[in-house]
């Protein structure tokens, strides 16, 4: 039987004792009814994974103890070869909920959301924040589901012209009107890929992207949604030089 996986923000050791913490502990007992002796997988970014058991359960808590550890963050057979930043333009409704999952579960390593001239989202300073929290809980959430150990990071939102790059190869903005397709075969594992909002990109930015050295590159014929446009650059990425 498959064992629940939980992400946990505790430091992990071998035969550690842990008092769960209350949401995790509520959905454990009373949404996935463990009970004393139950197994589990408990996991971080730092230590990695590890097996646990249930050791004792109340109203309102749930302790465990770490038995095994199964794998280091870096030693997964689940963790893809390739590192991919993703910068996505900032989107309505639940369009970036779907794409924070659906990217974590592709192996995205880190999110940078953007603001962009045709992009309609501006979020208010006092709302930063918490969204960052909330789709942080959607990228642990696919994690937990999906096997993996390291919980990508999301940045803050910052405009299209304030990325600071470094030294990166492969850089590639997906936009329809783009001549170039993603290569055959790269000289290195770390990407960034660039994706716009609903509105598409301004003509200043792809401009913008052709002076840092960005690659336009469009993926067919089809003008794909701004959901739907990274989850398709990242399964062709993942199965070109990646680990699917």
């Known amino acids: ?10 430091p992990l050791a071998l035969n ?24 589990l997988l408990v996991f971080n970014s730092q230590q990695g994974e590890f097996r646990a058991r249930v050791i004792a359960v109340t109203k309102r808590a749930v302790d465990i103890e770490l038995l095994e550890k199964k794998r280091g963050v870096h030693d997964s057979a689940r963790q893809t070869s390739l590192c991919v930043h993703l910068i996505l333009g900032l989107s309505r409704g639940d ?3 779907f794409a924070v999952q659906k990217s974590t579960e592709l192996g995205v390593n880190e999110i940078t959301p953007i603001y962009t001239e045709y992009g309609e989202v501006r979020l ?21 589901q999906s096997g993996r150990v390291d919980v990508p990071v999301i940045h803050k939102p910052i405009s299209v012209m304030e990325l600071s790059l470094g030294e990166t190869v492969n850089k590639w903005m997906l936009e329809p009107s783009g001549s170039d397709a993603l290569p055959h075969c790269i ?41 739907t446009a ?3 650059a990242l399964a062709i990425l993942q199965h070109k030089y990646g680990d699917m």
Request: net charge neutral.
């Open 1 to 10: 039987m498959r064992l629940s996986r939980v992400y946990l923000d505790n």
């Open 16 to 39: 550690a004792l842990i008092s769960l913490p209350k949401e995790i502990a509520h959905y454990l007992s009373n949404v996935l009814r463990l009970r004393v002796d139950d197994e």
């Open 95 to 97: 369009r970036m909920d």
């Open 124 to 144: 208010k300073p006092e709302r930063v924040e918490k969204k960052l929290q909330h789709w942080q809980k959607i990228a642990i959430s696919a994690c937990e």
């Open 187 to 227: 000289a290195e594992n770390n990407c960034v890929l660039l994706v716009g909002p609903e509105g598409g990109f301004s003509a200043n930015e792809i401009h913008w992207a052709q002076g840092n050295d960005f690659q336009i590159v469009a993926l067919g014929s089809r003008i794909l949604r701004t959901e």
């Open 230 to 232: 990274p989850v398709a």
